[in-house]
């Protein structure tokens, strides 16, 4: 029972993730607009949330340091926020060479609230339904 309401859920769940994660990759372009050489960066959304439901191409399973002895810890990094990040081409160069496009920064960061909202909204009366299923009357 627990696994159906998993398989259920699972994808509203890496849907609010990725645009929290995502939020914070534009927010952190948008602090950044005035910064000399910085370079705008996003994900390719539905890649990653194709590739979290197992959809997609199969993601690698962390990433590890290459190491020249031995005696060396193993250190790995399996982290939820491993995604291939992109830079974004600008559509007028910055002589400073930062390339964060204000306007583009700000439609995608308001496209990504909303979108995020409307996952809530939908996530919220989805257990609204399971919770009234389960009630007796």
Known sequence: MIDKLDNELSFQQNALS?????????????ANAD???YRARDFDFSGELASALGQGMPKASGMSLATTSDRHLAATFSGNSLH?????V??????DGNTVDMDRERAQFSDNSVRYEAS???LNSRLQALKTAMQSE
């Open 18 to 30: 990725l645009r929290a994660e995502r939020q914070q990759v534009l927010a952190n372009n948008i």
């Open 35 to 37: 910064t000399p050489g």
């Open 84 to 88: 291939e990040m992109l830079y974004r």
């Open 90 to 95: 600008p559509d007028q160069p910055s002589l």
């Open 120 to 122: 809530l909204t939908f």
